[in-house]
């Protein structure tokens, strides 16, 4: 294909595989908190395909000037199913580390089948095939229309049984049906933003980009309505594991919980003013704050009980994943461009 | 002789009326007003349209219902104590759906109401209804030029006639 990678490339790669490696280190020391720390970023990382092959699925069937601005940005963020897979290789090996479900004798025949590393790595393969088939299907604007209506089917369903897997599981009792659209619309809103920080600072001021802040501002609703929700249920009735879910939580986790509530609400209430939707430079600077509050969002979700190894090893991985996800979406983007440019 | 509403030409397409909208702005014509059969894009533009007084009244209406709400249930709470589960009295959960609905309420109603009041609604008489040639059930287009303090009527003539409508009307109140 022509396409190269960069000395910036390179120097990027490089510190982001020695931060990788720094967190797999730490499993020397804890192997199962510095696991789950990188199973925290890892999710989050596979939110970027997830929500890429989402929103490229609405584009096809509810095209419109978003879709013109973000088409082939989105078609590049779902090419990193392949390394976001990769992350998860580490997490497949160590599920006797990371998992209660490992150490705990099953109740029932179905624990036995459902609940076991040879089924739980055969859903996450399965989860990265969707994510790369459909995708690359609509890339190559074959039977585009058709895949992309089976794909928004296919993932809330297949979205919630992998979020069940990967970080509803860390809790043995805990139980909610709501938890695949909260790890759902946290994966569009990482990604979509990601996309569109990334579109606005290689590319040329997308037109009518206050339909691409009207965009964020009906996600990081959607994102509100659900996870206030979720809340609420557990809250109103006190259903005594969801207290317990949260519960775990308090200590020091409530700050995380103050930090990723004012990171969506400051943007949310900002969005409500059409001249912020419409300005290219504070659609950026809100993307940055909505990206930082989700990344604290995942780790509130996993870490919770593991300690601190589990946060270092963590923040290292999200600053690998992080450097990854920008050289590898430059490159996806330029791989393309030059793939859908006039012969 | 009646007092004059308008100087009013009509044109075939939406594509000659925001032409003729651009050129009649560019000539310093401010009070410009236009008929349209649906709703042309870009036209608000070109009519200097700047007004936003519906999303401010439905900004407004939203928060103050949203306030009121939550003060409501404050109130009723702290009026009749009922302990429910252990649960704090002023229990900021439970109260957002009701604060939510009424912050939606709020926002419509108050939507609406500047909506009619900014429409000068419900009025059953305009005086263009009584022009020749109105219809907007056919393909016209109307674009009218409103007297100001210093109208003069064979100026504005002049200016619509240049722009070769299919019809110049005057619209009397």
């Known amino acids: 294909m022509g396409i190269r990678l960069s000395r910036a490339d390179l120097w990027t790669l490089a510190i982001a595989a020695l931060c990788a490696a720094a967190a797999l280190a730490l499993t020397w020391f804890d192997p199962g908190a510095a696991l789950t720390g990188w199973l925290g970023a890892a999710t989050a990382f596979a939110g970027l395909p997830a929500g890429s092959l989402c929103l ?9 000037a978003w879709g013109e601005a973000l088409r082939l940005t989105c078609e590049a963020g779902t090419m990193l199913a392949l390394p976001a897979f990769i992350t998860f290789l580490p997490v497949m090996a160590g599920t006797a580390f990371i998992y209660p479900w490992m150490s705990h004798r099953p109740d029932t025949a179905f624990q036995i089948f ?3 590393p040879f089924a739980f790595a055969l859903r996450t393969v399965l ?10 299907s609509i890339r190559a604007r074959r039977r585009s229309r058709a895949i992309a209506v089976a794909a928004l089917i296919a993932l809330p369903v297949l979205g919630s049984l992998v979020a069940v897997d990967w970080l509803m599981s860390l809790d043995l009792k805990f139980a909610s049906s709501a938890f695949g659209l909260q790890m759902l619309i946290l994966s ?3 990604a979509y933003c990601a996309l569109l920080m990334f579109r606005i600072a290689i590319g040329s001021r997308p037109y009518r980009i206050g339909v691409l802040g009207a965009l964020l501002l009906t ?3 959607i994102w509100a309505y659900i996870q206030f929700l979720t809340f609420f249920i557990s809250w109103s009735p006190g259903l005594p594991e969801g207290a317990e879910w949260y519960g775990r939580r308090a200590g020091g986790w409530d700050l995380a919980e103050w930090a990723f509530a004012l990171l969506g609400a400051i943007p949310l209430i900002m969005l409500l003013f059409a001249a912020i939707r419409a300005d290219a430079v504070w659609l950026l600077r809100l993307s940055v704050l909505v990206i930082a509050g989700k990344l604290i969002e995942f780790a509130w979700f996993a870490l919770p009980g593991r300690g601190v190894i589990a ?3 963590f923040l290292l991985a999200s600053l690998a994943f992080s450097l990854l996800a920008s050289a590898a979406l430059g490159l996806a983007l330029r791989r393309r461009i030059a793939r859908r440019a006039p012969k | 002789m009646a007092e004059l509403y308008a100087l009013m030409a009509e ?4 594509g000659r009326l925001l032409d003729a909208a651009r050129r009649l702005r560019s000539q310093g014509w401010n009070r410009l007003e236009a008929f349209t059969p649906f709703p042309v894009e870009g036209l608000d533009r070109l009519l200097g349209y700047t007004d936003n007084a519906v999303a401010r009244a439905m900004m407004i209406g939203g928060t103050v219902g949203a306030l009121a709400a939550f003060l409501m249930q404050a109130g009723i709470n702290l009026a009749y104590p009922l302990w429910i589960g252990g649960r704090p009295l002023i229990a900021v959960p439970a109260f957002m759906l009701i604060c939510f609905e009424m912050l939606v309420l709020g926002a419509v109603l108050s939507g609406i109401a500047t909506m009619f009041i900014a429409n000068r609604l419900p009025r059953l008489n305009h005086p263009v209804f009584a022009a020749d040639r109105f219809d907007l059930s056919a393909e016209r287009f109307f674009l009218a030029i409103l007297p100001d303090a210093g109208f003069d009527r064979d100026a504005a003539g002049k200016a619509l006639a240049a722009l070769t409508p299919r019809a110049i009307i005057e619209v009397q109140l």
């Open chain 1, 56 to 64: 490229l699925a609405m584009m096809k069937l509810i095209p419109g």
């Open chain 1, 114 to 116: 459902w609940l076991g």
């Open chain 1, 127 to 136: 989860w990265f095939a969707l994510l790369w088939g459909a995708a690359r």
């Open chain 1, 188 to 190: 569009l809103c990482l």
């Open chain 1, 219 to 221: 996600l990081l609703l």
């Open chain 1, 311 to 313: 946060v270092v090893s």
């Open chain 2, 11 to 14: 044109f075939e397409s939406p």
